[in-house]
């Protein structure tokens, strides 16, 4: 699918520019203007978008890295495009309505965001949480049992007054 990327993206180039054609059909496709001037136009604006969307998806399945989610966002982005081709009524295609990603990316980046906190932290800086966490009560126990010590002790010295 990668090495044939290039070929698709430049597919619109064989298909009709001229404005008379309505529709085309090819195998079980039927390819039409859909509002674009010729059919050649509405191919491009497509494989300009589904090229992109196909490859980045490729990338996201594939991506053994930890920050692979944030590729989410242009997939989004490209998948919303695509679809705001074919379902919307607008005249203009692109427009400002990729606000509807907004709430995709306030969940996405700052998960990401807290995974390379933590990762960070853990592998440059060597600081491991929860390492930090056990050490921290093992300091309260140990702070427990000083402060019942001193409680024995002062027990200790008023019996040892009181007799």
Same mark, same amino acid.
């Given at each position: ?5 290039? =070929?698709?993206? &430049?597919?619109?180039? %064989? ?5 008379? @054609?309505?529709?085309?059909? *090819?195998?079980? +496709? /039927? ?29 996201? =399945?594939?991506? &053994?890295?930890?920050? %692979? ?5 242009? @997939?989004?982005?490209?998948? *919303?495009?695509? +679809? /705001? ?32 906190? &933590? ?45």
């Amino acid at each position: 699918m990668i090495l044939l990327s290039p =070929f698709i993206f &430049k597919s619109h180039e %064989y298909l009709p520019n001229d404005e008379s @054609v309505e529709t085309l059909k *090819f195998l079980w +496709f /039927e390819i039409g203007k859909n509002g674009f001037v010729s059919i050649d136009i509405h191919a491009w604006f497509f494989v300009s978008k589904f090229v992109p969307l196909y490859l980045m998806l490729i990338w996201f =399945f594939t991506c &053994k890295h930890w920050w %692979y989610h944030i590729i989410l966002i242009p @997939v989004l982005m490209y998948a *919303f495009q695509v +679809f /705001e081709l074919y379902v919307s009524n607008d005249d203009v295609v692109d427009s400002d309505n990729l606000l509807w990603l907004l709430p995709i990316c306030v969940v996405v980046i700052p998960f990401v965001y807290f995974i390379r906190l &933590k990762l960070y932290d853990k592998h440059v800086h060597g600081i491991d949480l929860e390492a930090m966490d056990t050490e921290l009560q093992v300091l309260k126990e140990k702070e427990e049992l000083r402060k019942e010590r001193e409680k024995l002790e002062q027990r200790k010295e008023t019996l040892a007054k009181n007799l």
